[in-house]
Nanobody
Framework: QLQLVESGGGLVQPGGSLTLSCAAS????????IGWFRQAPGKEREGVSC????????NYRDSVKGRFTISRDNAKNTVYLRMNSLKPEDTAVYYC????????????????WGQGTQVTVSS
């Protein structure tokens, strides 16, 4: 059973930066794609970014392109989400999730989820 633990959230001013971490309880196998999702109050959970098992393929939702960067260190069983130029609309609980196979932007495709970490962007 894979367990995922997010960390790194917090309160940041608009224009600021945060780096989220997603630590896995076991070795991230070569076929685990990892996605970052977020959920704002009253809204559905949405895909933010995903990285393939090898790290060679990444994708981002349009609203975060050029500001967020996803990366993974399989030796440390950890995936990161670097968030720059944060905006108030980025405020949400951020979740990481794992699935076998390729990246997907759909919540239903992921088998394992972390508990989430709160990101609040406010002055």
């Amino acid at each position: 059973q894979l367990q995922l633990v997010e960390s790194g959230g917090g309160l940041v001013q608009p224009g600021g930066s945060l780096t989220l971490s997603c630590a896995a309880s076991r070795f991230l196998l070569d076929y685990d794609a990892i996605g970052w999702f977020r959920q704002a109050p009253g809204k559905e959970r949405e895909g933010v970014s995903c990285i393939s098992s090898s790290g060679g393929s990444t994708n981002y939702r349009d609203s975060v392109k050029g500001r967020f960067t996803i990366s993974r260190d399989n030796a440390k069983n950890t995936v990161y989400l670097r968030m720059n130029s944060l905006k108030p609309e980025d405020t949400a609980v951020y979740y990481c999730a794992a699935r076998l196979g390729y990246c997907s932007r759909y919540v239903r495709d992921y088998n394992y989820w972390g508990q989430g970490t709160q990101v609040t962007v406010s002055s």
